[in-house]
């Protein structure tokens, strides 16, 4: 009986794996040619003075990228809820904590730029 038991569990760890669930490469080729667009409008957007907003455009479209990388090329697309939710959930508390940095500097610019704090005359 333990052999037919073996037998059983050595050739079901011999099968192949059945293949799994691919992205098409038309996705994977329009994925791509997206992020070469999202990096050119990086760039574009470095260009303009925006100001504070130049921060937040960058960090949006850097966050676009990286959801795009990780639902086609990672294939997070074919996982489990389970996990694309707690993939998310962490990626919203970066988002978070990056944004209050943001929002602090702000409190900080009259030391970065010369000549732009007040004038403190007594």
Do not use: C
């Not at 997206?34 to 949006?60: E, H, K, P, Q, Y």
Request: net charge negative.
């Amino acid at each position: 009986m333990t052999a037919a038991a073996d037998t059983t569990s050595d050739s079901q760890a011999q099968a192949p794996h059945p293949r799994g669930r691919h992205v098409p490469l038309s996705w994977l080729l329009g994925v791509w040619a997206m992020l070469l667009i999202l990096t050119a409008l990086t760039v574009a957007a470095s260009r303009v003075d925006l100001g504070v907003m130049n921060a937040w455009i960058a960090l949006g479209i850097a966050t676009l990228k990286a959801v795009l990388v990780l639902l086609i090329f990672m294939h997070m697309i074919y996982e489990r809820p389970i996990n694309v939710i707690v993939l998310f959930t962490a990626l919203l508390f970066v988002f978070l904590f990056i944004s209050f940095v943001l929002m602090d500097t702000s409190a900080y610019h009259h030391e970065l730029i010369p000549d732009y704090a007040p004038d403190m005359q007594r």
